[in-house]
């Protein structure tokens, strides 16, 4: 098969035998730019109640959990949050609230 022939993805076909996917150009970076002011509903972090699980990292999509060198949670990125509340929905211990923006 040559690479530009496009193969229809089957049950009886594998990932060696699919066409290969494109490639994103990520020379565009959400970091250079403040969309946290967004937000309706912000985080709030409680590092008293937090037990530095971190399971708030992963499933943050703007990456808005900070994090230092030992792993360890400090905070919240308040310049790119968006105030989707899924940080403190997964966490276990309710070491984020979330509160209406202020």
Same mark, same amino acid.
């Given at each position: 098969?040559?690479?530009?022939?496009?193969?229809?993805?089957?049950?009886?076909? @594998?990932?060696?035998?699919?066409?290969?996917?494109?490639?994103?150009?990520?020379?565009? @970076?959400?970091?250079?730019?403040?969309?946290?002011?967004?937000?309706?509903?912000?985080?709030?972090? @409680?590092?008293?109640?937090?037990?530095?699980?971190?399971?708030? @990292?992963?499933?943050?999509?703007?990456?808005?959990?900070? =994090?230092?060198?030992?792993?360890?949670?400090?905070?919240?990125?308040?310049?790119?949050?968006?105030?989707?509340? =899924?940080?403190?929905? =997964?966490?276990?211990?309710?070491?984020?609230?979330?509160?209406?923006?202020?």
């Amino acid at each position: 098969m040559s690479k530009k022939e496009l193969r229809d993805i089957r049950p009886d076909v @594998n990932w060696k035998e699919i066409t290969p996917g494109g490639v994103i150009d990520s020379s565009g @970076n959400a970091h250079l730019f403040k969309t946290g002011d967004w937000r309706s509903m912000k985080p709030i972090w @409680n590092e008293e109640k937090c037990k530095q699980c971190l399971l708030c @990292n992963p499933v943050c999509p703007d990456s808005s959990i900070k =994090v230092n060198e030992e792993g360890k949670m400090t905070g919240i990125d308040y310049d790119h949050c968006k105030g989707c509340g =899924v940080c403190a929905k =997964v966490c276990p211990f309710k070491a984020i609230d979330f509160v209406e923006e202020v």
